[in-house]
């Protein structure tokens, strides 16, 4: 399966991945596994996607956040992989972190944006374990955020 012919027919235009502005690296690959450090929602203008889902956002509006947060690994993933997603294998665990209320108990829902764009640009191969949890807060108040661990050949 060509991955970017998939991005193309499926309108997708990936964001830049972008270099870490924290002590950390964005990917690092152990053997055959790749790990991609936790990606933060921001919109397609570079905005961050910043509030309390509960309160400042819906469940849907927080599943978009997510799925903006899963854009953002499969750039970081391209780049890994020398702009050559076709050496993706499967995708293995995604941990989702929801900035929530309290009260908020859909975490779940939230982060099956990030969970359903990668089933939907990987097929089988995206099938993948995964946490879903909420927090108090995350860096630079972000909505949500999202990382990842990749099979690769």
Known sequence: MN??????????TLPKATDPVGSYVATKISGNLLFISGQISI???GKLIKGKVG????TDQAYK???RCALSIISQAKKACGDDLSKIKSCIKLTGFVNSTDNFIEQPKVI???????KNVFGENGTH??????TN???LGVAVEVD??????
């Not at 309160?55 to 819906?58: G, Q």
């Open 3 to 12: 991955i970017d012919k998939k991005l193309n027919e499926m309108g997708i």
């Open 65 to 67: 956040a997510a799925e």
């Open 55 to 58: 309160k400042d956002f819906d």
């Open 43 to 45: 919109d397609a203008e």
């Open 112 to 118: 099956n944006g990030a969970s359903d764009l990668i």
């Open 137 to 139: 807060s995350l860096p």
């Open 129 to 134: 374990t995964r946490a879903a949890v909420s």
């Open 148 to 153: 990842a661990i990749f099979e690769i050949k």
